[in-house]
């Protein structure tokens, strides 16, 4: 180690610094790389089994046949419908339609979310909620009781 002036003992550590730094960022980089690699080799693997999954899988035929089926019957059948992309969309969806009058009642509130919502969706009003939380239990004839 030098010890002249602080200007060159500076450079000295720099030049030390400098290159232990240089080490360990090429090691860095160099497992970024490999890491980079392995990531593109998979994706690239993905991609062609999805491809030929595409093209060839009668399977996937079959699945995109059908779906193309349901959306034709959807819109057919449903064309002018909103749809609702979450379960609670359509409750509430389903609670704007209903009439206001009458009793609000759930069978099944579990943690009370769902009635939550239907309570927004009556103001003041006030909407019941019942549950055994004990699940569902047969009469043994396939009836839920
Ligand atoms: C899947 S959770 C539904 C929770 C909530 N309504 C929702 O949509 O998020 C069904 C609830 O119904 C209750 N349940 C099932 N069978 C029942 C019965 N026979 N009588 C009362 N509650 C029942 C269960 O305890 C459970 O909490």
């Not at 980089?29 to 993905?46: C, G, N, Q, T, V």
């Not at 206001?100 to 009003?125: C, D, K, N």
């Amino acid at each position: 180690m030098s010890t002249g002036s602080g200007s060159s003992t500076r450079t000295w550590l720099k030049r030390r610094v400098g290159r232990a730094l240089e080490g360990s960022l090429e090691q860095l980089m160099e497992r970024e790389r490999a890491e980079s690699k392995a990531r593109h080799d998979d994706l690239i693997a993905w991609l062609t089994k999805f491809e030929r999954r595409q093209r060839r899988d009668v399977y996937t035929a079959m699945e995109r046949s059908a779906a193309d089926d349901s959306a034709t019957f959807a819109v057919e059948a449903f064309g002018d419908v909103q749809p609702s992309f979450h379960p609670h969309d359509t409750l509430r969806h389903a609670m704007e339609q209903s009439p206001s009058t009458g009793l609000s009642l759930e069978f099944g509130v579990a943690t009370g979310r769902t009635l939550a919502i239907m309570a927004e969706t009556r103001g003041r009003r006030k909407v019941f909620g019942f549950d055994s939380f004990d699940g569902c239990q047969s009469t043994g004839a396939g009836v839920l009781k």
